[in-house]
């Protein structure tokens, strides 16, 4: 079945550094969605990428969708303590149990 | 306000005892989702339903079972047959199939 990898599953920062998370794909995706979830909280939902090679700004967050559609990257930069929590990316195939496979998410601790 | 409401926050039972968490959403989604939420494990799909009266079994569905008899509810029981039912569940909704989820607040259990 599909598998989505995610990496790194813990990164430390300091305050004001940058914070990338990987996601890989076995297989190709349909659209790729990327969600935050607070400690002691439930996952949201941050966006959408459909498009082979889109790039997607929030602020400080950008998000990338690779050329193959299998591959996909969340980029923060100057990470505020606000940004603290895990970073989920869940890949849509069209197919499979429920269309959505998510990897097991990156923590971000950030030190102050 | 729309929305998905798990009910309760935190549950506590004895080992043996059947149990069910409440998920009801008005935001006239099709399809809802259980997950199970461990450490380190992400988020694993237990059950889901795509329209009302109609189910699938997910990744990690032995010892649950659920209903979709109203499109708003879709509770979740979680039996004695689970050997480890202690964790965070997340019941979603989303418009279609593989489109972003709205999820709840989630109902952390602890089976003694």
């Known amino acids: 079945g599909q598998q989505v990898m995610q990496i790194p599953q813990y990164q430390h920062v300091q305050e004001g550094e940058d914070f990338t998370t990987y996601c890989n794909s076995s297989?190709?995706?349909?659209?790729i969605q990327w969600y935050k979830q607070r400690p002691g909280g439930h996952p949201v939902f941050l966006i959408q990428l459909v498009k082979s090679g889109e790039v997607k700004k929030q602020k400080r967050l950008t998000f990338q969708f690779g050329e193959a559609k299998k591959n996909s990257s969340l980029h923060i930069t100057a990470t505020q303590t606000t940004d603290v929590g895990t970073y989920f990316c869940?890949?849509?195939?069209?197919?499979?149990?429920?269309?959505?496979?998510f990897g097991k998410g990156t923590h971000l601790i950030i030190q102050p | 306000d729309g929305g998905i409401t798990q009910s309760p926050k935190y549950l506590f039972r004895k080992e043996g005892q059947n149990v069910t968490l409440s998920c009801e959403q008005n935001l006239n989604h099709d399809a809802m989702y259980w997950y199970r939420q461990d450490p380190g494990q992400g988020l694993r799909l237990i059950y889901y339903s795509q329209i009302v009266n109609d189910f699938q079994k997910g990744d990690i569905a032995e010892g649950y079972s659920v209903s979709r008899e109203k499109k708003e509810s879709f509770p979740l029981t979680v039996t004695s047959a689970q050997k480890n039912p202690t964790a965070f569940y997340l019941c979603a909704s989303s418009a279609t199939q593989g489109s972003p989820l709205h999820f709840g607040n989630g109902t952390r259990l602890t089976v003694t």
């Open positions: 869940a890949g849509a195939s069209g197919g499979g149990a429920d269309g959505l496979t």
């Open positions: 297989t190709t995706l349909s659209n």
